[in-house]
T-cell receptor, first 114, second 113 residues
Framework: EPEVTQTPSHQVTQMGQEVILRCVPI?????FYWYRQILGQKVEFLVS????????KSEIFDDQFSVERPDGSNFTLKIRSTKLEDSAMYFC????????????FGQGTRLTVV | GNSVTQMEGPVTLSEEAFLTINCTYT??????LFWYVQYPGEGLQLLLK???ADDKGSNKGFEATYRKETTSFHLEKGSVQVSDSAVYFC????????????WGLGTSLAVNP
């Protein structure tokens, strides 16, 4: 069964460092998403991406964040200068097409900023 | 704005007990409603969904009915198993072309043999 894969599963980084979280969405999907979950809090939407551009972003997704689809398979989230409060589980998701359809999620990357 | 309120956990049940996890929402128009499950060490998996009022989503013995009048989407299962131990998330997607999911806090369920 096709699945969304995320790497690494856990990343520890120093405050102020850049970090790139990687995702391989399901191959025929067209919409891609990043969500995050800070420990003990709700899962929060960060950004959605379609047709090689951001289609929607939340207020969390400020200038420190960027997304990219560098090739036909990967979808990355970059945090330029990490802060302690960026520590969270980051989930990548993808979905097929317009209308209402479920998003398929990866296992998540746990980011710890020290 | 749209929001989801979910019953707080943790919930601990014995095997074969009846499960209800409450979920209510606030939204304009007619959102779509989802339950996702996260088993230990795994990602978020769609458990069931309902896209319009009075729809019932069901999967793996779990059910939830989209109640517009009470703005609720409670998750139920008649007889839980140890393998159902997981975190359950209620979520909604707003009406129209809005694609992002709005999430509840998640409810941890532990089922004891």
């Amino acid at each position: 069964e096709p699945e969304v894969t995320q790497t690494p599963s856990h990343q520890v980084t120093q405050m102020g460092q850049e970090v790139i979280l990687r995702c391989v969405p399901i191959s025929n999907h067209l919409y891609f998403y990043w969500y995050r979950q800070i420990l003990g809090q709700k899962v929060e939407f960060l950004v959605s991406f379609y047709n090689n551009e951001i289609s929607e972003k939340s207020e969390i997704f400020d200038d420190q964040f960027s997304v990219e689809r560098p090739d036909g398979s990967n979808f990355t989230l970059k945090i330029r200068s990490t802060k302690l409060e960026d520590s969270a589980m980051y989930f990548c998701a993808s979905s097929e097409e317009v209308r209402v359809t479920e998003a398929f999620f990866g296992q998540g990357t746990r980011l710890t900023v020290v | 704005g749209n929001s989801v309120t979910q019953m707080e956990g943790p919930v601990t049940l014995s095997e074969e007990a009846f499960l209800t996890i409450n979920c209510t929402y606030t939204a304009t128009g007619y959102p779509s409603l989802f339950w996702y499950v996260q088993y230990p060490g795994e990602g978020l998996q769609l458990l069931l969904k309902a896209t319009k009022a009075d729809d019932k989503g069901s999967n793996k013995g779990f059910e939830a009915t989209y109640r517009k009048e009470t703005t609720s989407f409670h998750l139920e299962k008649g007889s839980v198993q140890v393998s159902d131990s997981a975190v359950y998330f209620c979520a909604l997607r707003g009406a129209g072309n809005n694609r992002k999911l709005i999430w509840g806090l998640g409810t941890s369920l532990a089922v004891n043999p």
